[in-house]
Protein backbone atom coordinates (compact mmCIF):
# COMPACT_ATOMS: atom_id res chain seq x y z
CA UNK A 1 0.00 0.00 0.00
CA UNK A 2 1.54 3.57 -1.13
CA UNK A 3 1.97 5.82 2.26
CA UNK A 4 0.10 8.94 2.14
CA UNK A 5 2.04 11.85 1.06
CA UNK A 6 5.19 11.22 -1.00
CA UNK A 7 7.89 13.92 0.06
CA UNK A 8 11.74 13.97 -0.58
CA UNK A 9 13.62 12.50 2.47
CA UNK A 10 16.89 12.63 3.86
CA UNK A 11 18.05 10.00 6.69
CA UNK A 12 20.95 10.73 9.42
CA UNK A 13 21.80 7.91 10.28
CA UNK A 14 24.78 5.18 11.93
CA UNK A 15 24.14 2.43 10.27
CA UNK A 16 23.88 0.27 12.77
CA UNK A 17 21.78 -3.03 12.62
CA UNK A 18 18.59 -1.16 13.01
CA UNK A 19 19.80 1.98 10.99
CA UNK A 20 20.01 -0.69 8.45
CA UNK A 21 16.64 -2.50 8.95
CA UNK A 22 14.97 1.01 8.72
CA UNK A 23 16.83 1.50 5.60
CA UNK A 24 15.82 -1.80 3.95
CA UNK A 25 12.16 -0.42 5.11
CA UNK A 26 11.91 2.42 3.35
CA UNK A 27 13.48 1.55 0.23
CA UNK A 28 10.83 -1.78 -0.31
CA UNK A 29 8.11 1.47 0.60
CA UNK A 30 6.14 2.73 -2.30
CA UNK A 31 6.23 6.03 -2.30
CA UNK A 32 9.09 6.65 -0.33
CA UNK A 33 11.32 9.61 -1.78
CA UNK A 34 14.73 8.65 -0.38
CA UNK A 35 16.79 11.48 -1.79
CA UNK A 36 20.60 11.11 0.19
CA UNK A 37 21.76 9.48 3.17
CA UNK A 38 24.42 11.12 5.60
CA UNK A 39 26.25 9.24 8.44
CA UNK A 40 27.59 10.49 12.01
CA UNK A 41 29.81 7.75 14.32
CA UNK A 42 27.67 5.96 16.67
CA UNK A 43 27.07 2.75 16.21
CA UNK A 44 30.16 2.38 14.30
CA UNK A 45 32.61 4.89 12.92
CA UNK A 46 31.02 7.44 10.38
CA UNK A 47 33.04 6.13 7.66
CA UNK A 48 31.98 2.06 8.32
CA UNK A 49 28.49 3.67 8.84
CA UNK A 50 28.35 5.36 5.14
CA UNK A 51 30.23 1.90 3.71
CA UNK A 52 27.28 -0.28 5.46
CA UNK A 53 24.97 2.32 4.03
CA UNK A 54 26.25 2.19 0.76
CA UNK A 55 26.04 -1.79 0.67
CA UNK A 56 22.66 -2.18 3.00
CA UNK A 57 21.22 0.31 -0.02
CA UNK A 58 22.66 -1.86 -2.93
CA UNK A 59 21.09 -5.25 -1.74
CA UNK A 60 17.80 -3.13 -1.99
CA UNK A 61 18.83 -2.27 -5.19
CA UNK A 62 19.27 1.75 -4.51
CA UNK A 63 22.52 2.65 -5.83
CA UNK A 64 21.28 5.76 -6.93
CA UNK A 65 21.21 7.36 -3.37
CA UNK A 66 23.99 9.58 -2.64
CA UNK A 67 25.76 7.90 0.65
CA UNK A 68 28.27 11.08 2.98
CA UNK A 69 30.50 10.27 5.77
CA UNK A 70 30.41 13.48 8.32
CA UNK A 71 31.16 13.85 12.20
CA UNK A 72 33.76 11.92 13.74
CA UNK A 73 33.79 14.23 17.29
CA UNK A 74 30.71 15.71 19.02
CA UNK A 75 30.50 19.56 18.97
CA UNK A 76 32.38 20.05 21.97
CA UNK A 77 35.20 17.14 20.41
CA UNK A 78 34.81 14.40 22.70
CA UNK A 79 35.18 11.18 20.27
CA UNK A 80 31.87 9.72 19.32
CA UNK A 81 31.58 6.24 21.17
CA UNK A 82 31.10 2.84 18.89
CA UNK A 83 28.90 0.32 20.10
CA UNK A 84 30.47 -2.82 18.68
CA UNK A 85 28.79 -4.62 21.61
CA UNK A 86 25.13 -3.85 20.47
CA UNK A 87 25.96 -3.82 16.69
CA UNK A 88 28.69 -6.40 16.12
CA UNK A 89 31.93 -5.75 14.54
CA UNK A 90 31.55 -3.62 11.83
CA UNK A 91 28.12 -2.45 12.82
CA UNK A 92 25.94 -4.82 10.44
CA UNK A 93 26.17 -8.00 13.60
CA UNK A 94 28.80 -9.62 11.49
CA UNK A 95 26.85 -10.03 8.72
CA UNK A 96 29.91 -9.48 5.41
CA UNK A 97 28.36 -7.91 2.58
CA UNK A 98 30.06 -7.61 -1.14
CA UNK A 99 32.26 -4.09 -1.84
CA UNK A 100 29.26 -1.72 -2.45
CA UNK A 101 29.65 -1.15 -6.59
CA UNK A 102 28.30 2.73 -5.60
CA UNK A 103 31.05 5.46 -4.51
CA UNK A 104 31.03 7.30 -1.46
CA UNK A 105 29.59 10.64 -2.12
CA UNK A 106 32.85 13.05 -1.98
CA UNK A 107 30.67 15.82 0.53
CA UNK A 108 31.31 16.14 4.08
CA UNK A 109 27.79 15.16 5.42
CA UNK A 110 27.12 18.49 6.70
CA UNK A 111 27.27 19.73 2.62
CA UNK A 112 25.24 17.15 1.29
CA UNK A 113 22.24 17.98 3.99
CA UNK A 114 22.27 21.36 3.03
CA UNK A 115 22.25 20.74 -0.49
CA UNK A 116 19.95 18.22 -0.21
CA UNK A 117 17.59 20.61 1.46
CA UNK A 118 18.18 23.61 -1.21
CA UNK A 119 17.70 21.32 -4.36
CA UNK A 120 14.00 20.01 -2.56
CA UNK A 121 12.89 23.87 -2.11
CA UNK A 122 10.97 23.35 1.67
CA UNK A 123 10.08 20.49 0.57
CA UNK A 124 11.95 17.77 2.52
CA UNK A 125 11.98 15.74 5.55
CA UNK A 126 14.43 14.37 7.68
CA UNK A 127 14.38 11.19 9.56
CA UNK A 128 17.99 11.18 12.49
CA UNK A 129 18.06 8.11 13.62
CA UNK A 130 21.78 8.73 15.30
CA UNK A 131 23.77 11.30 17.46
CA UNK A 132 22.64 14.46 16.27
CA UNK A 133 26.11 16.04 15.37
CA UNK A 134 25.77 16.02 11.58
CA UNK A 135 22.50 17.69 11.83
CA UNK A 136 23.48 20.37 14.34
CA UNK A 137 26.73 21.76 11.95
CA UNK A 138 24.22 21.88 9.70
CA UNK A 139 22.52 24.52 11.29
CA UNK A 140 25.83 26.28 12.45
CA UNK A 141 26.81 26.73 8.25
CA UNK A 142 23.43 27.30 7.07
CA UNK A 143 21.29 29.12 9.66
CA UNK A 144 18.28 29.19 7.32
CA UNK A 145 18.36 25.60 7.24
CA UNK A 146 14.94 25.37 9.08
CA UNK A 147 13.43 27.45 6.36
CA UNK A 148 14.22 24.85 4.43
CA UNK A 149 13.05 21.71 6.46
CA UNK A 150 9.39 20.81 5.86
CA UNK A 151 9.64 18.16 8.96
CA UNK A 152 12.32 16.29 11.13
CA UNK A 153 11.96 13.24 12.57
CA UNK A 154 14.30 12.60 15.29
CA UNK A 155 14.40 8.40 17.13
CA UNK A 156 15.98 9.49 20.29
CA UNK A 157 15.10 10.62 24.23
CA UNK A 158 13.26 8.61 27.26
CA UNK A 159 10.20 10.51 29.02
CA UNK A 160 8.86 8.22 31.34
CA UNK A 161 11.17 5.53 30.17
CA UNK A 162 14.77 4.35 31.88
CA UNK A 163 17.73 5.46 29.65
CA UNK A 164 20.02 3.31 27.59
CA UNK A 165 23.74 4.12 27.78
CA UNK A 166 23.12 5.47 31.49
CA UNK A 167 20.53 5.82 33.55
CA UNK A 168 18.78 8.28 31.92
CA UNK A 169 20.38 9.15 29.08
CA UNK A 170 18.99 7.74 25.38
CA UNK A 171 21.97 6.88 23.06
CA UNK A 172 21.60 9.34 20.57
CA UNK A 173 20.63 12.17 22.74
CA UNK A 174 23.09 11.48 25.06
CA UNK A 175 26.83 10.81 22.66
CA UNK A 176 26.02 14.73 21.76
CA UNK A 177 23.99 16.46 24.21
CA UNK A 178 25.29 20.06 23.05
CA UNK A 179 23.94 18.58 19.26
CA UNK A 180 20.86 17.61 20.42
CA UNK A 181 20.02 20.51 22.45
CA UNK A 182 20.75 22.46 18.93
CA UNK A 183 18.74 20.45 17.12
CA UNK A 184 15.46 20.18 19.31
CA UNK A 185 15.59 23.72 20.40
CA UNK A 186 15.78 24.75 16.10
CA UNK A 187 12.90 26.64 14.34
CA UNK A 188 11.77 23.75 12.93
CA UNK A 189 8.66 21.19 13.26
CA UNK A 190 9.79 18.18 15.16
CA UNK A 191 8.48 15.07 15.85
CA UNK A 192 10.34 12.92 18.41
CA UNK A 193 10.13 9.04 19.08
CA UNK A 194 11.75 8.26 22.40
CA UNK A 195 12.33 4.72 23.96
CA UNK A 196 9.20 5.05 25.76
CA UNK A 197 7.92 3.71 22.60
CA UNK A 198 10.79 1.97 20.72
CA UNK A 199 10.99 -0.37 23.43
CA UNK A 200 7.79 -1.49 23.16
CA UNK A 201 7.67 -2.24 19.42
CA UNK A 202 9.30 -5.25 19.23
CA UNK A 203 11.04 -7.73 16.85
CA UNK A 204 10.30 -11.58 18.11
CA UNK A 205 12.50 -14.38 16.88
CA UNK A 206 9.17 -15.27 15.14
CA UNK A 207 9.39 -12.12 12.88
CA UNK A 208 12.94 -12.94 12.20
CA UNK A 209 12.46 -16.73 11.59
CA UNK A 210 9.91 -14.79 8.43
CA UNK A 211 12.20 -12.79 7.70
CA UNK A 212 15.11 -15.78 7.09
CA UNK A 213 12.17 -17.88 5.43
CA UNK A 214 10.75 -15.41 2.99
CA UNK A 215 13.45 -15.52 0.28
CA UNK A 216 13.64 -11.88 -0.54
CA UNK A 217 17.15 -10.31 -0.34
CA UNK A 218 16.33 -7.39 2.19
CA UNK A 219 14.46 -9.62 4.59
CA UNK A 220 17.34 -11.83 4.74
CA UNK A 221 19.93 -9.32 5.25
CA UNK A 222 17.43 -7.89 7.78
CA UNK A 223 16.92 -11.39 9.77
CA UNK A 224 20.51 -12.39 9.53
CA UNK A 225 21.81 -8.98 11.30
CA UNK A 226 19.15 -9.36 13.51
CA UNK A 227 20.51 -12.14 15.10
CA UNK A 228 23.26 -9.81 16.48
CA UNK A 229 20.92 -7.40 18.03
CA UNK A 230 18.51 -10.17 19.98
CA UNK A 231 21.48 -11.58 21.78
CA UNK A 232 22.43 -8.11 22.74
CA UNK A 233 18.76 -7.31 24.23
CA UNK A 234 18.45 -10.78 25.46
CA UNK A 235 21.37 -10.13 27.42
CA UNK A 236 20.82 -6.39 28.42
CA UNK A 237 17.37 -5.30 28.01
CA UNK A 238 14.16 -7.77 27.29
CA UNK A 239 12.95 -10.81 29.10
CA UNK A 240 12.60 -12.46 25.40
CA UNK A 241 14.63 -13.42 22.87
CA UNK A 242 13.93 -10.06 20.31
CA UNK A 243 14.67 -6.63 19.76
CA UNK A 244 13.34 -2.73 20.15
CA UNK A 245 12.20 -1.38 16.92
CA UNK A 246 14.20 2.23 17.20
CA UNK A 247 14.83 3.37 13.96
CA UNK A 248 12.85 1.36 11.75
CA UNK A 249 9.73 2.92 13.89
CA UNK A 250 11.12 5.96 13.58
CA UNK A 251 10.72 5.66 9.59
CA UNK A 252 7.32 4.26 9.79
CA UNK A 253 5.98 7.73 11.69
CA UNK A 254 8.67 9.73 9.75
CA UNK A 255 6.53 8.59 6.33
CA UNK A 256 3.47 8.79 7.67
CA UNK A 257 2.38 5.08 7.69
CA UNK A 258 2.42 4.68 11.56
CA UNK A 259 0.03 7.07 13.54
CA UNK A 260 1.19 7.26 17.40
CA UNK A 261 -1.96 6.70 19.24
CA UNK A 262 -0.17 9.75 22.12
CA UNK A 263 2.20 12.46 21.10
CA UNK A 264 1.81 15.24 22.59
CA UNK A 265 3.62 18.61 22.16
CA UNK A 266 5.95 19.26 24.56
CA UNK A 267 8.83 21.68 25.71
CA UNK A 268 11.71 19.60 25.27
CA UNK A 269 15.21 20.51 25.74
CA UNK A 270 18.21 18.06 26.75
CA UNK A 271 20.49 18.90 30.20
CA UNK A 272 24.22 19.27 28.46
CA UNK A 273 25.82 19.66 32.50
CA UNK A 274 28.24 17.63 33.53
CA UNK A 275 26.87 15.66 35.86
CA UNK A 276 24.73 12.68 36.56
CA UNK A 277 21.83 13.96 33.80
CA UNK A 278 24.08 14.69 31.18
CA UNK A 279 22.15 13.75 27.77
CA UNK A 280 18.79 13.22 29.57
CA UNK A 281 15.83 14.61 27.90
CA UNK A 282 14.34 17.14 29.64
CA UNK A 283 10.31 17.35 28.68
CA UNK A 284 7.74 18.93 30.18
CA UNK A 285 5.00 16.40 31.05
CA UNK A 286 2.90 18.19 33.84
CA UNK A 287 0.39 17.92 31.90
CA UNK A 288 0.01 14.21 31.98
CA UNK A 289 -2.91 13.84 33.81
CA UNK A 290 -4.87 16.25 31.82
CA UNK A 291 -4.04 14.87 28.38
CA UNK A 292 -1.29 16.89 27.35
CA UNK A 293 -3.24 20.39 27.39
CA UNK A 294 -1.58 22.87 25.07
CA UNK A 295 1.94 24.04 26.66
CA UNK A 296 2.91 27.24 25.46
CA UNK A 297 6.56 27.05 24.24
CA UNK A 298 6.41 23.88 23.19
CA UNK A 299 8.75 22.53 20.75
CA UNK A 300 8.02 18.97 19.45
CA UNK A 301 6.06 16.17 18.91
CA UNK A 302 6.50 13.57 21.45
CA UNK A 303 5.42 10.20 20.55
CA UNK A 304 4.33 8.64 23.74
CA UNK A 305 2.28 5.50 22.24
CA UNK A 306 1.61 3.62 19.41
CA UNK A 307 -0.59 0.54 19.06
CA UNK A 308 2.80 -2.35 18.81
CA UNK A 309 2.13 -3.44 15.55
CA UNK A 310 4.16 -2.07 13.32
CA UNK A 311 7.31 -4.93 13.76
CA UNK A 312 4.77 -7.15 11.50
CA UNK A 313 3.79 -4.73 9.23
CA UNK A 314 7.56 -4.01 8.93
CA UNK A 315 8.74 -8.23 8.46
CA UNK A 316 5.35 -7.82 5.90
CA UNK A 317 7.10 -5.43 3.82
CA UNK A 318 10.60 -6.57 3.78
CA UNK A 319 9.61 -10.10 2.76
CA UNK A 320 6.99 -8.36 -0.24
CA UNK A 321 8.51 -9.46 -3.76
CA UNK A 322 9.98 -6.16 -5.48
CA UNK A 323 7.97 -5.22 -8.31
C1 LIG B 1 19.47 4.27 19.08
O1 LIG B 1 20.84 4.01 19.35
C2 LIG B 1 21.41 3.22 18.35
O2 LIG B 1 22.16 2.18 18.90
C3 LIG B 1 20.28 2.68 17.53
O3 LIG B 1 20.66 2.54 16.17
C4 LIG B 1 19.18 3.70 17.71
O4 LIG B 1 19.27 4.70 16.74
C5 LIG B 1 18.64 3.67 20.20
O5 LIG B 1 18.95 4.26 21.42
CA1 LIG C 1 20.77 4.45 14.85
Not at 82 to 92: C, P, R
Not at 267 to 280: L, N, Y
Amino acid sequence: MPIPTSRPLLVDCDTGIDDAVALLYLCRTEGVDLRAVTTVAGNTSAERAARNTLQVLEVAGRTDIPVAAGAATTLRGDTLSEAAFVHGDGGLGGVSLPEPTAPLDRRHAVDLIIDTARQAGGELDILATAPLTNLALALRKEPGLPALIRHVTVMGGAVHHPGNITAVAEANIGHDPEAADAVLTADWDLTLVPLDVTMRENLTEEHRQRLLACGTPVGRLAGEALDFYFAFHEETALPFRGSACHDPLAAGIAVGEVTPKTAPRLHVTVDTADGAARGALVADTRGIHRGYSPQPGANANVVLETDGTFPDLLVDRLCQARK
